[in-house]
């Protein structure tokens, strides 16, 4: 005998429909309550309860002369990845990324059920000569244990790696307040500064907290940035600070820094640091 | 007619329920449950099977897990309510016990004739303290300030032990002065070997250690979690070998049957929130990385590993059981419960 004869005969046919719809919608709605919950006693995580990871991106050099090639991975089965330039649309990645521009390559990770990665933003500066032969003053001089090749450090066009400690590539400071005076060797048209830094939590090294930009003492741009809380980020910074063109013959970029390194670290009360191995004008 | 009408228009509201409801059934895609894994170790996962009243039974960090001889799954965490929570392997909460280990890091289980005691290293203490399976401390490793190792109790941060057929504790001074300290079943500090450094029997986070013996010749096998690598040592100190694990921070080794199953709490650079667990065969390859990428050897060297799905935050600790679950503690994760996997 089949469930639905047990329904008494006596009852209209169309009602007969209607408890057979509604034991079929009864049972179709418990399967949802098995997917949305995947939290509940003995049940399963479901696949689109679960974001993927974005993907691990390298490029060759984030400073480049000539161009950057930029590299992405992201082995799990059925996944892809994707990535746009600057604010275009997105394309399959499938073969490293090559460009002769300034920019910043986006990336994310897709699968079917699965919901998106978070973005990845990879960003690349090309180098110019704008710096050569420029006067740079670093005021104060960077801390005696890392001042690199002291103002040449910062327009050698050479990126410093995570080893900050070996190489004269780095400039670190443990003051509040970092000015970089710049006297070009001639004029020039200015609307974007990049800075790179370096972020080391875990050796107390953080990200300015402002950035401002003045030209004949005039206030041209100013950045600022939240302080990372991440205990174990260890990650290349530049940044870049944008603004209406303007034709320069000096610059002061002025470095703000944390006074303290907050209270869930370590090394909580001490002075942090700020590390800079390069200033790009373009 | 009336009633009739209102019939009608109920069966069609009804027919799109079902019409709703047909389609979900249609569609198995939207019902897949997650498996995590690869090759011959994947997993379901259940985040729910430890869950309790966190008012009640709370937990901090979830450091490490064992399964006892009844079967049960013991857990430690550092909150002082309750630093040892007992289940059954349902997830039903058996008993709970320990209010004074504020750094409860270490669990180690050894069964003596047929008692089962656990050795818990608290990193807040500065000791490694063990005690019968319902609590009772029956002895204390404090720091070994004769040795001339140390300078103040302060600088040995135990992180781990390892106690081996004849009864001798290995200490892992992984937060401290990265020393392996070897002591008799009495006590007695017998030998020291480790100790930070760069070289190949150096340690930068000590973090983990387990006898291996998956061989008639027993090992030693210890993390060395900053440097992604797990190092062989002979049970009287010498060094053997070293397993490189690129990019997976991995925390303590656990052996079970012929693998070896670590908690990798970060990968790929170390950043926060990208762990995931890492299962080595008996050759001490890397077969299957449940929460994270395809493992991938390239002329031998396994290729850097990172975490694929945002699933686990940071795994310390796996437990297996006889019918090769996986229960995962994790260390800083919104006080959350264990996890457990069901092996498919």
């Known amino acids: 005998m089949e469930f639905w004869q047990v329904i008494p005969y006596k009852i209209d046919q169309n009602l007969r429909c209607i408890a057979i719809v509604l034991l079929l919608f009864c049972v179709a709605c418990n399967m949802q309550k098995i997917k949305i919950a995947g939290n509940g006693v003995g049940e399963f995580v479901q696949e689109d309860e679960v974001k993927l990871a974005g993907p691990i991106v390298r490029i060759d050099s984030m400073f480049f002369k000539k161009q950057a090639r930029v590299l992405a991975d992201f082995r799990m089965e059925g996944a892809s990845i994707l990535y746009k330039f600057d604010d275009q649309e997105y394309s399959l990645y499938s073969e490293p990324i ?174 942090p640091w700020v590390f800079i191995d390069e200033i790009i004008l373009e | 007619m009336v009633r009739r009408n209102f019939i009608k228009q109920i069966s069609v509201i009804g027919l799109g329920g079902f019409s709703c409801g047909a389609s979900l059934l249609a569609n198995p895609s939207l019902y897949k449950d997650l498996i995590i894994g690869h090759n011959t170790h994947r997993y379901k996962v259940d985040m729910s099977w430890g869950a309790l009243d966190s008012k009640s039974y709370p937990v901090n960090d979830c450091h490490e897990m064992v399964q006892d001889s009844k079967g049960r799954i013991v857990l430690l965490t550092n909150h002082t309510q309750n630093n040892v929570i007992i289940y059954d392997k349902q997830g039903q909460l058996d008993e709970v016990w320990g209010t004074k280990f504020p750094g409860a890091h270490g669990l180690t289980l050894k069964v003596e004739g047929d008692k089962d005691f656990l050795y818990i290293s608290d990193n807040e203490r500065h000791e490694v303290i063990k005690t019968t399976i319902d609590g009772k401390i029956v002895n204390t490793f404090t720091c070994p300030i004769g040795s001339g190792l140390y300078e103040s109790k302060d600088q040995f941060v135990p992180t781990e032990t390892a106690v081996a057929d004849n009864g001798d504790i290995y200490i892992a001074d992984g937060y401290g002065e990265q020393h392996i300290l070897h002591y008799s079943f009495e006590g007695r500090l017998l030998n020291v070997f480790g100790g930070r450094g760069d070289d190949e029997l150096n340690f930068d986070n000590a973090h983990g250690i387990a006898i291996d013996n998956r061989n008639q010749q027993h090992t030693l096998l210890i993390t060395d979690r900053m440097t992604n690598k797990l190092k062989r040592f002979s049970m009287s100190g010498d060094y053997i070998e070293t397993i490189n694990l690129p990019g997976a921070y991995i925390c303590r080794p656990v052996i079970h049957d012929q693998y070896v199953y670590l908690a990798t709490i970060w990968s790929g650079n170390g950043a926060n929130g990208t762990g995931f667990v890492s299962i080595l065969n008996k050759d001490n390859k890397l077969i299957s990385s449940p929460g994270g990428c395809e493992p991938m050897y390239k002329e031998g060297q396994l290729q850097h590993m990172y975490q694929a799905i945002k699933l686990f935050t940071h795994p310390h600790d796996v437990c297996v059981d006889e019918d090769e679950n996986l229960y995962v503690a994790q260390w800083n994760s919104g006080k959350s419960y264990p996890i457990k996997l069901i092996r498919i």
């Not at chain 1, 994310?108 to 032969?133: C, G, I, Q, W």
């Not at chain 1, 710049?182 to 950035?211: C, G, H, R, V, Y």
């Not at chain 1, 950045?223 to 610059?251: A, H, R």
């Open chain 1, 98 to 271: 090559v460009s002769n521009r300034s920019g910043k390559i986006t990336f994310r990770t897709e699968k079917e059920t699965y919901n998106a990665s978070d973005e990845f933003v990879m960003p690349f500066v090309k180098m110019n000569d704008h710096l050569k032969e420029s006067n740079i003053q670093l005021i104060p001089a960077p801390d005696l244990a890392y001042s690199g090749d002291g103002s040449d450090s910062l327009s050698d066009q050479l990126k410093g790696d995570y080893n900050y400690r070996e190489g004269n590539k780095w400039c670190g400071w443990q003051d509040s307040l970092v000015q970089i005076r710049i006297e070009l060797a001639s004029p020039m048209n200015l609307e974007k500064i990049w800075i790179s830094t370096l972020t080391d939590i875990p050796s107390s090294i953080f990200n300015p907290k402002q950035i401002s930009i003045f030209s004949e003492n005039s206030l041209v741009a100013v950045g600022e940035w939240n302080m990372e809380n991440d205990l174990n980020c260890k990650e290349y910074n530049i940044i870049p600070l944008s603004f209406t063109s303007i034709q320069i013959s000096s610059v002061v970029i002025e470095i703000i820094n944390e006074i303290e390194v907050p209270q869930w670290h370590p090394n909580s009360g001490n002075r």
